[in-house]
Nanobody, 122 residues
Framework: QVQLVESGGGLVQAGGSLRLSCAASGSIFSTNNMSWYRQAPGKERELVAGITSGGSTNYTDSVKGRFTISRDNAKNTVYLQMNSLKPEDTAVYYC????????????????WGQGTQVTVSS
């Protein structure tokens, strides 16, 4: 079994910072692409940022220059450093990882974390 556990959400004032973490655990052979998504009330879930196993990154336009995604492959952990937060960043943030399990190393599957609430007050 594979689990993704997120942490680091909370309430912050506009202009502040938060750092989200998402750690994958279980019978993991390899962790490939890892991403952060978010879902605001009444809106669809959207991709915020992604990072490949080699470290290449991509961001949605609204967070470029403010958010930074990174990862620690040894810890199977992905991070999202969020600076200059705005009220419109308020959402539940989910991590997603493409993971191959030890008994199925050539057949990776996607896994979601449980979500962590980020609230930015104006």
């Amino acid at each position: 079994q594979v689990q993704l556990v997120e942490s680091g959400g909370g309430l912050v004032q506009a202009g502040g910072s938060l750092r989200l973490s998402c750690a994958a655990s279980g019978s993991i052979f390899s962790t490939n692409n890892m991403s952060w998504y978010r879902q605001a009330p009444g809106k669809e879930r959207e991709l915020v940022a992604g990072i490949t196993s080699g470290g290449s990154t991509n961001y949605t336009d609204s967070v470029k220059g403010r958010f930074t995604i990174s990862r620690d492959n040894a810890k199977n952990t992905v991070y999202l450093q969020m600076n200059s937060l705005k009220p419109e960043d308020t959402a539940v943030y989910y991590c997603y990882a493409d993971i191959a399990r030890r008994w199925s190393p050539l057949r990776p599957s996607g896994y979601w974390g449980q979500g962590t609430q980020v609230t930015v007050s104006s």
